[in-house]
């Protein structure tokens, strides 16, 4: 989590409003982010990392990439990384919270995503450490 998260005003929504289809969820998404103490971090954040979904810093994809042109490189040699790949980077709190037994729209709260990247990021970390997982995870299986 970046250090301004925890003052965003989005972390006391249900964060599936920001990765709507809907124009009304989206507008209000934009409304959150309006009153928000930290958007222009977290605009920043989302133009650094080339954050290709939902509404971020107040303005979805598209807008995003109108207002800067395109979206900033990464270094040579960096890779882009999804939101679930940047959760999954840290597999001991992920899997803290699935051993906790929470489900993936719970989790999605604490990282102030959605809960398909929680999926993805889980589906992650199984791949990679399937023993680790399967410890973690006995008898709180939350991502069917």
């Not at 959150?32 to 989302?46: F, I, K, N, T």
């Not at 919270?97 to 990247?117: C, D, H, V």
């Given at each position: 989590?970046?250090?301004?998260?925890?003052?965003?005003?989005?972390?006391?929504?249900d964060p599936?409003?920001?990765?709507?289809?809907?124009?009304?969820?989206q507008?209000?998404?934009?409304?959150?982010?309006?009153g928000?103490?930290?958007?222009?971090?977290?605009?920043?954040?989302?133009?650094?990392?080339?954050?290709?979904?939902?509404?971020?810093?107040?303005?979805?994809?598209?807008?995003?990439?109108?207002?800067?042109?395109r979206?900033?490189?990464?270094?040579?040699?960096?890779?882009?990384?999804?939101?679930?790949q940047?959760?999954a980077?840290?597999?001991?709190?992920?899997?803290?919270f699935?051993?906790?037994?929470?489900?993936?729209?719970?989790?999605?709260?604490?990282?102030?995503?959605?809960?398909?990247?929680?999926?993805?990021?889980?589906?992650?970390?199984?791949?990679?450490?399937?023993?680790?997982?399967?410890?973690?995870?006995?008898?709180?299986?939350?991502?069917?």
């Amino acid at each position: 989590m970046q250090g301004w998260e925890k003052h965003a005003s989005c972390r006391r929504v249900d964060p599936e409003l920001f990765f709507s289809t809907k124009l009304a969820d989206q507008e209000l998404a934009k409304m959150v982010c309006r009153g928000c103490p930290v958007q222009p971090d977290c605009l920043e954040w989302a133009l650094e990392t080339g954050q290709d979904h939902g509404i971020l810093g107040g303005l979805d994809e598209s807008e995003r990439r109108a207002r800067h042109g395109r979206w900033k490189r990464p270094p040579e040699g960096a890779k882009h990384t999804t939101r679930a790949q940047q959760i999954a980077a840290d597999p001991d709190r992920l899997l803290a919270f699935l051993a906790q037994g929470l489900t993936p729209a719970q989790i999605a709260r604490e990282y102030n995503t959605n809960a398909g990247s929680i999926n993805e990021a889980t589906a992650i970390v199984k791949r990679q450490a399937p023993a680790v997982y399967a410890a973690a995870t006995t008898g709180s299986e939350t991502t069917s």
